[in-house]
């Protein structure tokens, strides 16, 4: 069975500061995903990581994956108040097409 | 373009009761997925449809929870009766192409609550 774990669960930063939210998973994956979560809405799509090494960028939002590790990083550069959300990763099994493995959410909240 | 949009976004009902969510992917999606997050807990898969066949239905708890998808289009997911474990936000979702990214996009929950 396909296991994701998230971390840290809550995170509170400054305004201006880094931080790293950490994404591993248990079985071989070719598919990981980064969904933004604000209160009562959708999970809004961020980055799609297809291949061993992917990294991409996004503003102050970068990930990165390593298959051989099965980590995903999810890096926070200089953040902003208006990055206050949940952020969730997601792993698609390797040979499936369907369902979605979802780690417990990381809670951002973004200090002034 | 509209998203994913689901309905209602929120149903307060009464253990025992019977309740009725509404998803209505976005157009052209032949995939059309559900999840729920009970509190405190992770986002769990339930089932995914292909146009208006089941594909994987292994995420569905227990017998009391039935899903259509009638001519492909919009799904509903009914709880009968609904228990008080129930309770959560259940989520829609609707990707286009099973060989490409698959990404999903997921509509904004319906928040139940029973009783």
């Known amino acids: 069975e396909l296991k994701v774990e998230q971390n840290p669960l809550f995170l509170s930063m400054q305004e201006g500061k880094n931080y790293t939210i950490y994404c591993n998973y248990s079985?071989?994956?070719?598919?990981l995903y980064w969904y933004r979560q604000d209160p009562g809405k959708s999970l809004e799509s961020l980055f799609v990581?297809?291949?061993?090494?992917a990294v991409k960028q996004e503003g102050r939002l970068m990930a990165s994956l390593d298959t051989k590790a099965r980590l995903s990083t999810l890096h926070i550069t200089a953040a902003v108040h208006d990055l206050s959300a949940t952020y969730f990763c997601?792993?698609?099994?390797?040979?499936?097409?369907?369902?979605?493995?979802f780690g417990t959410g990381t809670r951002l909240q973004v200090t002034l | 373009e509209a998203g994913v949009t689901q309905f209602p976004s929120h149903s307060v009902i009464e253990k025992g009761q019977t309740v009725t969510l509404r998803c209505d992917p976005i157009?052209?999606?032949?995939?059309l997925y559900w999840y729920r997050r009970v509190m405190g807990k992770e986002i769990k898969f339930l089932l995914h449809f292909v146009k208006e066949s089941k594909q994987d239905e292994s995420g569905m708890p227990n017998n009391r929870f039935l899903a259509e998808r009638t001519g492909g289009t919009y799904s509903t997911l009914k709880v009968q009766p609904a228990e008080l474990e129930d309770s959560g936000v259940y989520f829609c979702a609707s990707s286009q192409n099973r060989l490409a990214a698959n990404e999903q996009f997921f509509g904004p929950g319906t928040r139940l609550t029973v009783l």
């Open positions: 157009s052209g999606h032949d995939n």
């Open positions: 997601a792993v698609l099994l390797a040979g499936t097409a369907s369902k979605l493995t």
């Open positions: 990581l297809l291949s061993n090494g």
């Open positions: 079985t071989t994956s070719d598919r």
